[in-house]
């Protein structure tokens, strides 16, 4: 099990930035596939973006592609989600997630295919 703790969000003008943050704790991090989901009210928790264990590889939903990056220092350890060109459909509660059986990446748009999950952070966009 992997301890995950999500910061860095807030309220933005849609437009705006934000670079979220998910610490994990543990050396073994580096050898868990990452993930981001986000769940707005009423809504089903979806996916947003996932990276491989050392970082090599990336997927991003379509909703998200070209506006937000997915990166990782196994060093510290730490995943973020820089957010750029916010529109108000991103507000939503983020949500970073591991997955230790370290599945392809492919089938990391599926959220039940993630171990551990942080308590969220709160995104608002403002318009």
């Known amino acids: 099990q992997v301890q995950l703790a999500e910061s860095g969000g807030g309220l933005v003008q849609a437009g705006g930035s934000l670079r979220l943050s998910c610490a994990a704790s543990?050396?073994?991090?580096?050898?868990?596939?990452m993930g981001w989901f986000r769940q707005a009210p009423g809504k089903d928790r979806e996916f947003v973006a996932a990276?491989?264990?050392?970082?090599?590889?990336?997927l991003y939903a379509h909703s998200v592609k070209g506006r937000f990056t997915i990166s990782r220092d196994n060093a510290r350890p730490t995943m973020h989600l820089q957010m750029t060109n916010l529109k108000p459909e991103d507000t939503a509660v983020y949500y970073c997630?591991?997955?230790?059986?370290?599945?392809?990446?492919?089938?990391?748009?599926?959220?039940?295919?993630?171990?551990?999950w942080g308590q969220g952070t709160q995104v608002t966009v403002s318009s």
């Open positions: 997630a591991a997955d230790r059986a370290r599945l392809r990446v492919g089938l990391s748009i599926y959220s039940e295919n993630y171990d551990d």
């Open positions: 990276i491989s264990s050392s970082g090599g590889a990336t």
């Open positions: 543990g050396r073994t991090f580096s050898s868990y596939n």
